[in-house]
């Protein structure tokens, strides 16, 4: 046993060293944690198999010694290879809801999950009607299953380029009993879906920049490239489904994509558009919304 673990004997003790070691590496956060307390606090909680909502109770506890090396060790592959939690845990947490990931896809962390929690209000009004509904670069499939939560009673496609993504998204479909209503598809973006329409189509594309990909901080250099890289106004994805989302939506079809930082960039991209930019509790003007008639009327102007 190290001399580190017999010094430090109850969670207190191991939270401060955590928030410490992570402080004094200078480690980057911003896959479900906003700083280094947030994040040791989940760490050992989790590592212990303690509920991650209630520390208080459990801070003047006693670890074993084999709790103690436990928690050594995660805390030192956070700082020493720079592994996002998600990825040490194999998990991620939208709300109420758990998903498993792993280095095959990005963590979720999407804006659009925190406009879901509210149905898309007021755009989309009643959740009853939405019938049909198609996550385009699902990735873990979480806004996928988020959608079939959110409207019970939509059929929902979850559309991703990557084998390796499916299968992850596999995972969590069956994990949230979804089997029978959220469906798989391998397609490059629109390519290989049928003519189906939809009531809602929502992405979190790639959409990371050319230079901001060259200058990621270390944690995000163990999430798929694929997943990030956005070409080099990050707008390479986004391009492809504007040319061809009006061919999939019903007439009073919805799309909802994800930019980032890329609103300046996507209003100049395209200004025959009519965007929409919808605010969460953590984002101003990420994500942006367009009817169907939006995306017809603007290639009436171009035609």
């Known amino acids: ?65 084999a709790e103690r090396e436990e928690v050594l060790d995660i805390i030192a592959r956070r ?44 755009w989309i009004p009643d959740p009853d009607r939405i019938e049909t509904a198609l996550d385009l670069c699902t990735g873990s499939g979480c806004l996928a299953i988020l959608i079939a939560h959110h409207y019970p009673n939509a059929d929902v496609d979850a559309a991703d380029i990557s084998s390796d993504a499916l299968a992850v998204a596999l995972r969590n479909v069956a ?48 999430e798929p490239q694929l997943a990030l890289a956005g070409g080099d106004d990050g707008l390479d994805a986004v391009r492809t489904i504007l040319a061809r989302a009006a061919e999939f939506l019903n007439p009073e079809g919805l799309l909802v994509v994800e930019v980032g930082d890329n609103r300046d960039a996507t209003e100049a991209a395209f200004p025959r558009l009519s965007f929409t930019w919808l605010s969460t509790p953590s984002s101003e003007a990420s994500v942006f919304l367009l009817r169907r008639e939006d995306l017809l009327a603007a290639q009436r102007v171009a035609a």
Do not use: C
């Not at 939690?85 to 804006?111: K, N, Q």
């Open 175 to 222: 994990d949230h009993g979804l089997q029978g209503r959220v469906n798989l598809i391998r397609s490059d973006l629109l390519s290989n879906l049928t003519e189906k329409n939809y009531d809602l189509i929502v992405s979190n594309p790639p959409y990371v920049t050319a230079m901001a990909m060259e200058e990621l901080p270390p944690e995000y250099r163990h």
């Open 1 to 65: 046993m190290s001399t580190l673990s017999q010094e430090l004997e109850t969670v207190r003790d191991w939270l401060r060293y955590a928030v410490s070691r992570f402080n004094a590496a200078g480690l980057f956060f911003g896959h479900g944690t906003t700083d280094a307390y947030d994040e040791a606090a989940y760490l050992v909680l989790h590592t212990l198999h303690l509920p991650l909502d209630r520390l208080e109770p459990f801070l003047d506890a006693r670890l074993t010694h």
């Open 79 to 122: 700082v020493n290879e720079r592994i996002p939690a998600a990825y040490l845990t194999r998990e991620a947490w939208m709300g109420e809801h758990r998903f498993y990931v792993d280095e095959r896809v990005l963590i979720p962390r999407s804006y659009i999950a925190e406009l879901l929690r509210d149905g898309l209000s007021p």
